[in-house]
């Protein structure tokens, strides 16, 4: 197998933290993670299930309970039906992209996705021995049905949706994912639909192309998880919906590989979808605040060019005006922020994207002005 590039936003991430541990006051707005932690109904569910003793292996694909949770929120909220049979429950969504990349490409199949981009499905693909073919995106992001259409050739076999996307918070709309479909479906290609950011989402609301009925089911594997919209990213829990071969496939990787997901964390996945949710809600109206404040500020500097973040918890400036001799690159410029200003964010190059940098505004309001303020110094500084 070929051995992948370390994640580009850990190592950021890292870094920072080094530079915080020498003593440096570092804001970090790489971070991929809500700063809120796990609300409470959801910790004492886990804390119940070791106090009973729930703490033995569990079914591979996840416990029925937690699979019937899920396909209630399916009929529920996109009127879809998945029997428990097409739902698995793994270790983060991480980990299921993985094992999904690993069941459906051969080497040489062709994964269409849309740049900006996570480089996680990148080297995944790279690993299941597939080739990423670009449909390259500028602000704002938005991905087009005819743009899919025209990078598709005899040896496509997935499409890859985010929605909203991680970098760029921006989403797919709906006419353009119901044309998605109707390719996919027209052209028999598999699509993975990758929809862990679907709570947080501000003006408008999520749309899934699980929605599109029963048809779809047969060629579309959705991905979900509970890191993000219930502050759960330790707990490595997430979950697919697809049809019954795909979800046995992976049922069958997973337990030659891991076995099924701590059963503790299960319990609390399943107070998630089941108990209160004001938590979830106040710490979305939250981001929501930070999204604007992070628009506002960065709108006004002129250099950059910005668009608006329909969801997610990142904004994804274009720096393309501040490179040049004295910074290269977006991540020469993105180092000389964290030296000269203690600011962390990640540059493009993450995110197949040189010309920017992704900034996280899942972090504490008062932290992301100030880092907003920084960078607007640095700015007005390497003029
Ligand atoms: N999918 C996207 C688009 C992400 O941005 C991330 C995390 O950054 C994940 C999946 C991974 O989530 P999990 O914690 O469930 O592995």
Redesign the pocket.
């Known amino acids: 197998m070929q051995i992948p590039k370390e994640s580009p ?1 850990l190592a950021l991430d890292e870094k920072a933290k080094k530079l915080q541990a020498e003593g440096r006051e570092i804001i970090n707005l790489t971070v ?2 809500p700063y809120f932690n796990t609300p409470k109904n959801i910790s004492n569910a886990s804390i119940q299930a070791i106090k009973k003793h729930f703490t033995h292996y569990t079914p591979t694909a996840g416990i029925t309970e937690l699979r019937e949770a899920i396909s209630k929120k399916f009929l529920e909220e996109y009127k879809i039906k998945y029997d428990k049979e097409e739902i698995f429950v793994g ?7 993985y094992l999904a990349f690993q069941i459906l490409c051969k080497k040489g199949d062709e994964v269409i996705v849309a740049s900006p981009t ?1 480089s ?2 990148v080297e995944q693909i790279h690993m299941a021995g597939a080739k990423v073919v670009f449909v390259e995106l500028k602000s704002p992001f938005k991905l087009k049905a005819k743009d899919v259409q025209k990078k598709i050739s005899s040896k496509t076999k997935i499409i890859l949706l ?1 929605t909203p ?3 760029t918070g921006a989403t797919i709309d709906e006419q353009e994912i119901i044309k998605i479909g109707k390719l996919a479906r027209e052209k028999n290609i598999f699509i993975i639909s ?1 929809e ?2 679907e709570k947080i989402i501000y003006e408008k609301k999520h749309f899934s192309i699980a929605s599109l009925g029963e048809k779809i089911k047969e060629n579309t594997l959705i ?1 979900n ?4 919209s219930y502050a759960m ?1 330790g707990w ?3 979950y697919a919906c697809g049809s019954r071969s795909i979800i046995k496939s992976i049922t069958s990787l997973a337990s030659q590989i891991t076995s099924g997901v701590n059963s503790i964390a299960q319990m609390g996945a399943l107070e998630a979808l089941r108990g209160n949710d004001t938590e979830i809600r106040k710490m979305i109206k939250e981001f929501e605040k930070n999204r604007n404040i992070a628009f506002d500020a960065l709108n006004k500097i002129k250099k950059l060019k910005i668009s608006k973040p329909e969801g ?1 918890f990142y904004i994804f400036p274009n720096i393309s005006n501040l490179l040049g001799k004295k910074y290269k690159t977006s991540t020469a410029w993105a180092e000389a922020l964290l030296e000269e200003e203690g600011v962390a964010v990640v540059p493009g190059e993450a995110f197949y994207s040189p010309s920017y940098i992704r900034i996280s505004y899942a972090v504490k309001t008062k932290t992301l002005e100030k880092g907003l303020r920084k960078i607007n110094q640095f700015i007005k500084k390497s003029k």
């Not at 270790?91 to 992209?97: D, E, S, V, W």
């Not at 998880?225 to 993000?228: D, E, L, W």
């Open positions: 936003t991929g993670e270790a983060g969504t991480k980990y299921i992209l996570w996680t499905y985010n996307s991680n970098p990758d862990i950011y991905i998880g509970f890191s993000k990213t490595r829990i997430g997610a």
